[in-house]
């Protein structure tokens, strides 16, 4: 076990990195086919094709996810996922060709780099080929290149954040892998200690936290129609080996977003478009009932959090958990 969301069997995971505009996208190949769950929580999420993975839609499995920066411009690099998917037989059989299924949302990194730099087709395409069953580069890489965290005041007072992932196993040859880019309006918490691991800065020059749940909770004057802030999302997607139906997967997709609240606070706000999305590659039988995968799924993804943060690179921008915490060891 490697400790990461690949250790399913099954599953590659590729990036695309524009260092240049700070953008990227990452996608999680599932090509044979899993059975796909979702649980959206934030009230802004920018998707495609997520209406497959509710229940009495025809098709059962999806073939891919794929998580990308750009806000809805980024969508578009959901057709080069598609292409490679189409070029080697893979998705839905309509007789003249495969549909591959891709299940997308974006995060909304417009503001940390080039905004007029997108991921596109190309990037979607890019990701798959550079895709693998082995390590998983994490941090400032992919849909985490331009991913920050903490921001209230907008940029200006935030962190970097990035992208993370682990796995876990459990009884009977269960394993659960999580993938999570943060890009939230709140902070990151130390899920053991409840400290500030990065987020919301006390000025634009200071390394020092301050709480976003304290300010808001005090009444911040900045959140109010009209001036919002704007920059977040964060997206995760869980896998296992388990054999769980589409309702199960949903479950499991439900109960792994609990890691989030978990770790980031706030979490899913009005202005977060939160989606957690769930694969069940269906190897092994669940011992007991889907709570097992669903447990192992939050604490993967408190995992990919916490990994997500402290691999984070600010690019000389910003402060990344490493500048806020000089001392700590990037594990």
């Given at each position: ?10 599953i590659k ?46 098709v ?13 411009f ?17 998705g ?6 495969h ?8 995060i ?5 780099g ?57 009884p ?14 709140g902070?990151?918490?130390d899920?053991?200690?409840g ?13 020092r ?28 997607v869980?896998?296992?080996n ?46 007991a ?9 939050e ?10 943060i ?22």
């Amino acid at each position: 076990m490697r400790d990461v969301i690949t250790d399913v069997a099954g599953i590659k995971v590729g990036h695309a990195s524009n260092f240049e505009g700070y953008t990227g996208c990452t996608v999680v190949l599932c090509e044979e086919g899993a059975i796909g769950g979702i649980d959206i929580r934030g009230s802004a999420p920018g998707t495609r094709q997520v209406d497959s993975l509710f229940p009495l839609h025809l098709v059962s499995k999806v073939h891919a996810v794929l998580l990308t920066g750009g806000s809805s411009f980024g969508l578009d690099a959901a057709g080069g996922v598609a292409r490679y998917l189409e070029e080697r037989g893979k998705g839905f059989d309509v007789s003249v060709t495969h549909v591959p299924i891709v299940p997308t949302a974006v995060i909304f990194d417009l503001l940390f780099g080039d905004h007029a730099t997108r991921p596109n087709a190309d990037m979607g395409y890019e990701a798959c080929m550079a895709a693998s069953s082995h390590e998983v580069p994490e941090g400032s890489v992919g849909v985490g290149t331009g991913a920050t965290i903490g921001k209230l005041y907008e940029l200006s007072r935030a962190s970097k954040g990035g992208v993370g992932t682990a796995s876990i196993t459990g009884p009977g040859g269960l394993i659960v892998g999580a993938l999570v880019v943060v890009n939230a309006l709140g902070d990151v918490i130390d899920s053991e200690t409840g400290a500030l691991m990065a987020g919301l800065r006390e000025s634009e020059t200071s390394v020092r936290l301050v709480s976003t749940a304290d300010l808001l909770c005090q009444g911040a004057e900045k959140i109010h129609l009209g001036h919002a802030p704007v920059g977040n999302t964060t997206l995760g997607v869980v896998a296992t080996n388990a054999l769980l139906t589409r309702e199960e997967a949903i479950k499991m997709a439900q109960m792994a977003n609990n890691g989030l609240a978990r770790t980031i606070s706030p979490i899913s706000t009005s202005f977060d478009g939160d989606v957690v999305f769930s694969l069940s590659l269906g190897q092994v039988q669940v011992a007991a009932d889907v709570n097992n995968a669903g447990m192992l799924a939050e604490r993967a993804v408190i995992r990919a959090v916490r990994r997500a943060i402290v691999k984070a690179e600010g690019f000389g921008l910003l402060p990344a958990h490493r500048d806020l915490h000089p001392d700590s060891v990037a594990t």
